[in-house]
């Protein structure tokens, strides 16, 4: 139980700071928040994606990027243009790590503010740290894993990739399965009810048409579990947001 418990909770909280931070701070700018708070949420980013930290700058410029020509041949991640899933996932991380090491000039519409912490980015985005917490995740399964649940050790792969195997799900799906509340000229969807198990990422179309909307959900019975939390860090003035939708 204790393993599943671990399990469910990185997946969680490391896809809550991915679309908190990384996307709808980072790329998005949906809110403010004072420098204290960013770095706080920063580091907070860094230990719960462990693994596969994101580096906000890489993040944020390929996003932009991608809402600019979505689902066409500059889109960097659209499925349109993939076999699969894993030709897609392969160019998405080609394309991140040029932006991390800033051997790609961004597009114009990338350009911008984005958070930058030059030491966090450092470690975070180091071979050493990721191997580490690899370790941290391998040692835990070892603690903990009964004997007769070996299967059990089928999800640590999952650790280790969760940033990459979030963003695949979600610009794979929102881009191929569900429905459309809008035309936006591109190919994005609404993947509900799967969305949940998201946290809000699967209202691709949603999004697409509203990209500074800090709410994915527009129907009534699409609800996207982060705008919630949003709109309570709101009021305890952790953040602002742009506007109350």
Known sequence: MIILLFFVAHWFLSLFFQ????????????FTMSKTW??????????????????????????????AYSDTEKDPHSPHFFTDVFQMMKAT?????????????????????YPE??????????I?????????????YIEFVPVGSEWMYL???VHYLMGPLHGAIVNWCGHKYGYSNFDNNDKSKNSTPFDFLMLGELFQ???????????????????????????????????????IY
């Not at 679309?19 to 949906?30: D, G, I, L, P, V």
């Not at 932006?99 to 597009?107: F, G, I, Q, T, Y």
């Not at 912490?117 to 180091?126: A, K, N, V």
């Not at 050493?128 to 835990?140: D, E, I, K, N, P």
Request: hydrophobic letters at 40%; one cysteine or more; aromatic letters at 16%.
């Open 117 to 126: 912490w030059p030491i966090i980015d450092r470690i975070g985005s180091s």
């Open 93 to 113: 991380i080609i394309t991140f790590r040029d932006h991390l090491k800033r051997s790609r000039n961004p597009e114009t519409c990338a350009e911008g503010y």
């Open 155 to 157: 999800l640590l792969p």
């Open 19 to 30: 679309t908190f931070f990384q996307h709808r701070y980072a790329s998005h700018r949906m």
């Open 38 to 67: 960013e770095r706080i949420f920063y580091l907070m980013a860094y230990v719960f994606e462990g693994a596969s930290f994101l580096n906000p700058r890489a993040y944020a410029i390929m996003h932009r990027e991608h809402h």
């Open 128 to 140: 050493a740290s990721r191997l580490m917490f690899g370790a941290l995740y391998t040692w835990f």
């Open 205 to 243: 179309n949603n999004h697409h048409r509203h990209p500074n909307s800090a709410n994915f959900g527009s129907k009534w019975f699409e609800i996207d579990p982060v705008y919630p939390v949003m709109k309570i860090m709101h009021h305890l003035r952790i953040i602002k947001l742009r506007k």
